[in-house]
């Protein structure tokens, strides 16, 4: 069967075989952790516990009573030190609750699996996903119970993992499939039993043939799973795209999967599901990749939330003195940092260190209108002409041009020959527009 | 702790093509052209492409007071690219000011690259034609003398197969296609320009839509009002496809990104009024080609065609009612 393909996209180096070979570790347990009552999209989280406070493994310090929201969890035993802020992922400082560890990882008696989970009514369990704290950890941290809650008369007849794993270097996804297949398939039928959904797909890109057999023999005797191979191209893993190309559906612009019937998950978060309902612990730990050129010995590492990634880097090996950025997520989107100082949180699937080499600091030249960015954008946009509004403040004209359409993947500024930052200005523009709409 | 940490917006990771890689690729994709007009037309194909080629570096070098004469390699491009579009056997400092026409009026009065409206090779050339008409578009063209480098082309001449029907049924398509008759350095061999061509498609450096259109729309209105006088419909649209400037215009100066739409239908329709434009020039109009002045109506229109064919964004037509 011929693959499907979407339109647009790049085909940068991937890197993967820094770590695809390498077994998920579990790091040491840390001496401290930091957890920032903000780890997903939505409102942040009052704390539960106080300065002095004994906590337990598990148990829940953070909550809100927004919908959109997740609670947050300890992720060791120990006592809470300090709550404020710390410096978090996303380049602001967030309350964050410390907790230093008593070194004996106690968990909290009330924790334990729900009963007979194949009886639960669809609301039992998502409200078990929800205490869980579990959030979309492919790195957008949306919370993971408010996907599955759709509104009234959306019928959703599909659940999506996304096993793409698109971004380069990161192959924490892929260990998770070859490691905790079960897992996956798991949390994909507790999501489907939640949703109604009578089709679960795990979408898959090519370059993890290994990680196809294997869930593919998995669930072999499941009719209503299957796995679909995705051609190996960036970036796949989006959203829209990789429903078009396993649904043949377009997300209509402005909306969102549950108006074409698809709800979509990462793979760690259908593993996060799993453990929610098979033991009933939240979401307090992940699989990490560190790697890049930077990282002396790369590792793909299972650490509790909260760790600092100073204690990973140094877990690896060090940064090599050459290492010129550091960043939380994959090359493409993600965030540089100017610190190792900062916790793991939901969303983090890697930290990678880039070298000298690689981080170019180049001037960049005038546009020449090569076109390439129109070629590679996946939205079917015209990056250039948005940046250029953008540079030029004209926003109706971004908005004219669908800026607020961008899917931040960075394809256009990727392949741009004047290396033009065209995906920061598209973020301008993007940005922008969506404030002018709402105010 | 860590002083060196750069933060910047992402992506972190660029391809590593540059304005200058690609330039580079388009003077690569020139090398058959470069290698067959200097077979065919020996010493003076080499003086007139080295005159054209200094000269458009220098005047941008001294423009933009640079040391570095190659630069992005883009002045290179058009001074090579202009140098195509003459006779074999020019005056030298024909090319010459062309090239510095080109540069500066063409090019770096807009603000330099990126931001002319019209093709600069062709503005150069543009502006020989209505000065120096007649060391450009005479009658009377050398014949090539294959193989012979330092050989007197001029002592032999002919007419450029484009010129009438009689000179055109002198000419087979055969010929044509390995360019081994009259016309300009790099017009004459279709052959030579396709391997360019297909280096540039290789490379990602072009779109196949408007040397595609361009010379599908040539071959439509060759054989539908060509006349028939070339044996047949079908083969009277090949021979305009083959003779005069239509390959080297679809392929390397229709194709110039800065000039050129970046909107995919806006491509195509660039390429189709090209050809239109063309093919009118040289059925109904009174110079025997119009490649140059097609492509240069057609730059004027980008902006244009840019504006009213921005692509559909995705998701745009399944609205779910």
Redesign the interface.
């Known amino acids: 069967m011929a693959m499907a393909i979407f339109k647009g996209g790049v085909h940068p180096e991937y890197r993967k075989e820094l770590t695809a070979s390498l077994a998920i570790s579990v790091a040491p347990l840390p001496e401290k952790v930091v957890i920032p009552l903000q780890q997903h999209i939505g409102a942040p989280c009052e704390p539960l516990v106080e300065v002095g406070d004994a906590v337990k493994t598990g148990q829940k310090i953070g909550e809100s009573e927004g919908f959109v929201s997740a609670p947050v969890h300890a992720s060791i035993s120990g006592r809470v030190t300090a709550i404020g802020p710390y410096n978090h992922p996303l380049g602001r400082k967030v309350a964050a609750v410390t907790i230093e560890s008593d070194g004996q990882d106690e968990w909290d008696g009330q924790i334990g699996p729900l009963e007979n989970y194949v009886e639960c009514s669809p609301e039992e369990l998502r409200d078990a996903i929800r205490e869980a704290g579990i959030v979309g950890m492919g790195g957008a941290t949306f919370p993971a119970h408010v996907k599955m809650s759709p509104p009234e008369g959306k019928a959703i007849d599909t659940v999506i993992i996304n096993g793409a794993e698109c971004e380069p270097y990161l192959t924490a996804d892929h260990r998770l499939m070859l490691e905790e297949p079960e897992k996956v398939v798991i949390g994909l039928e507790v999501m489907m039993r939640v949703l109604g959904a009578g089709k679960g797909i795990i979408g898959i890109e090519d370059n993890k043939p290994d990680a196809i057999r294997v869930i593919g023999q998995l669930i072999e005797d499941k009719p209503a799973l299957s796995v679909v191979p995705l051609k190996t191209k960036y970036p796949q893993g989006a959203e829209k795209m990789l429903i078009q190309v396993i649904t043949k559906r377009q997300v209509p612009s402005g909306g969102l999967p549950l108006d074409v019937g698809v709800v979509n998950h990462n793979t760690g978060t259908a593993a996060a599901v799993a453990d929610a309902v098979l033991t009933g612990r939240p979401l307090i730990e992940r699989v990490v990749t560190v790697t890049g050129e930077g990282i002396r010995r790369p590792a793909n590492l299972k650490v509790r939330l909260g760790t600092l990634v100073s204690e990973l880097t140094e877990l690896c090996g060090g940064l090599s003195d050459d290492t010129r950025k550091l960043i939380v997520g994959g090359p493409m989107m993600g965030l540089a940092q100017p610190t190792t100082d900062l916790p793991v949180i939901k969303g983090t699937s890697g930290i990678l260190a880039l070298t000298g080499e690689e981080v170019e600091l180049i001037e960049s030249d005038t546009c020449i209108r090569c076109a390439r960015c129109v070629a590679a954008c996946p939205i079917n946009l015209v990056p250039t002409f948005i940046a250029q509004a953008a540079e030029h403040g004209r926003f109706a004209r971004a908005e004219k041009l669908h800026a607020a359409d961008c899917i931040e993947c960075g394809c256009c500024a990727y392949v741009c020959p004047a290396r033009i930052p065209l995906t920061q200005w598209m973020r301008v523009a993007k940005a922008e527009v969506l404030a002018r709409r709402k105010g | 702790?860590?002083d060196?940490?750069?933060?910047?917006?992402?992506?972190?990771?660029?391809?590593f093509?540059?304005?200058r890689?690609?330039m580079v690729d388009v003077l690569i994709a020139l090398g058959p052209v470069v290698a067959v007009s200097i077979l065919l037309f020996g010493y003076r194909a080499l003086l007139t492409m080295t005159v054209a080629m200094l000269a458009a570096m220098l005047a941008e070098a001294l423009w933009l007071h640079q040391w570095n004469i190659f630069g992005?390699g883009s002045a290179a491009v058009t001074g090579l690219l202009l140098a195509m579009t003459l006779p074999p056997d020019v005056a030298w400092w024909i090319p010459a000011i062309g090239s510095v026409t080109a540069i500066i009026i063409g090019k770096q009065v807009y603000?330099?690259?990126?931001?002319n409206i019209f093709n600069p090779a062709l503005v150069g050339r543009a502006v020989l034609v209505v000065s120096w008409g007649t060391h450009l578009v005479g009658p009377i063209w050398p014949v090539p003398k294959p193989f012979h480098f330092f050989a007197d082309i001029s002592a032999v001449t002919t007419a450029t197969p484009l010129a009438g029907e009689a000179e055109a049924l002198g000419t087979t398509l055969s010929q044509l296609f390995i360019g081994n008759t009259g016309g300009c350095l790099g017009e004459t061999s279709a052959m030579a320009l396709l391997l360019g061509g297909l280096w540039l498609l290789y490379k990602?450096?072009i779109?196949w839509r408007i040397p595609g259109a361009f010379i599908g729309t040539v071959w439509l209105m060759g054989t539908l009002f060509g006349g028939a006088f070339y044996n047949n419909s079908v083969t009277t649209g090949l021979f305009h496809l083959l003779a005069g400037g239509v390959l080297l215009g679809a392929i390397f100066m229709a194709t110039d990104?800065?000039?050129?739409p970046?909107?995919?239908w806006g491509?195509l329709i660039f390429g189709v009024g090209c050809g239109l434009i063309t093919m009118l020039i040289r059925l109904f109009g009174s110079y025997p080609e119009g490649v140059t002045f097609a492509i240069l109506t057609m730059n004027a229109l980008t902006p244009l065609l840019?504006k009213f064919t921005?692509?559909?964004?995705?998701?745009?037509?399944?609205?779910?009612a």
């Open positions: 702790m860590n060196n940490l750069v933060i910047s917006s992402s992506p972190h990771i660029r391809t093509q540059t304005v890689g690609v992005d603000g330099g690259i990126g931001n990602g450096h779109d990104m800065v000039t050129s970046v909107t995919p491509k840019d921005i692509p559909r964004k995705f998701g745009e037509v399944k609205q779910v």
